[in-house]
């Protein structure tokens, strides 16, 4: 429109090889050449862009993993309606690169039992709750972090994955709660905003321990013998009825 600005903004990664060592140092800039419109273009080309200097000795946040101190530790039995069960547990570490933000996690069930058999699943991350949204299948689990959870470099948080057994006719059934692949965590560093995944090719990456549920016990009532059966008469207190 008449009067109004345009501004354009070019974005891109330098990906020459996966070593940068033989052009650290070099200075890199983009340049606006021309422009192709049939509008008339008034001022001097070239435009030059801001210059950016490679460099080859960065050192970029990473992420070390190992089992929670809330992580169950065993494979465990527990009783229907049994409530704030916790199935599995992790704790991650940032280097002392930069400090990371956590965004989300995707648990998934591979256990027997199926979503009908658990109830209020969360995730909690250093104590505080989010909800873990089941998706159409019915087996995964993921939970975001709005704006993200810091881990300040050198520190470390605690993430459990916890919930209630609700179901009916889940006797014997289990349930296990695994992390497929490391990209199943979402972590960005802070200092130079690239995403951090934690190390490892296994599938499942992390892999719970099995959770298996048991039915509950019913006792066989009878009847005593203490109170024989016999007439009630009018009118007279205290007598035995059973």
Not at 203 to 214: A, E, H, K, R
Request: aromatic letters at 8%.
């Amino acid at each position: 429109n008449p009067g109004q600005t345009m501004m354009l903004t070019v974005a891109g990664n330098i990906q020459t090889s996966a070593n940068l060592s033989n052009v650290s140092g070099q200075i890199v800039s983009l340049q606006v050449v021309s422009v192709n419109t049939s509008s008339p273009v008034s001022g001097s080309l070239p435009i030059n862009g801001a210059s950016h200097t490679i460099n080859s000795t960065l050192t970029l946040g990473s992420l070390s993993t190992t089992t929670s101190s809330y992580d169950p530790g065993a494979n465990v039995t527990k009783s229907l309606g049994d409530t704030a069960v916790r199935f599995s547990g992790v704790r991650f570490t940032a280097s002392s690169a930069e400090d990371l933000k956590f965004y989300s996690i995707r648990w998934r069930n591979t256990g027997t039992g199926s979503a009908s058999d658990i109830s209020n699943v969360m995730t909690y991350v250093n104590g505080t709750a989010y909800p873990a949204v089941l998706d159409a299948t019915g087996k995964y689990y993921t939970s975001t972090f709005p704006g993200g959870i810091t881990i300040a470099k050198g520190n470390s948080i605690d993430v459990y994955v916890q919930g209630d057994i609700t179901g009916s006719n889940s006797a014997s059934r289990t349930v296990k709660f695994d992390i497929d692949k490391v990209t199943d965590v979402y972590f960005v560093g802070q200092l130079y905003g690239y995403g951090v995944a934690p190390s490892g090719t296994y599938t499942p990456w992390f892999s719970g321990y099995t959770v298996t549920i048991q039915a509950g016990t019913a006792t066989i009532i009878s009847k005593a013998n203490e109170v024989a059966a016999q007439n009630i008469a009018v009118n007279v207190p205290n007598q035995p009825l059973g």
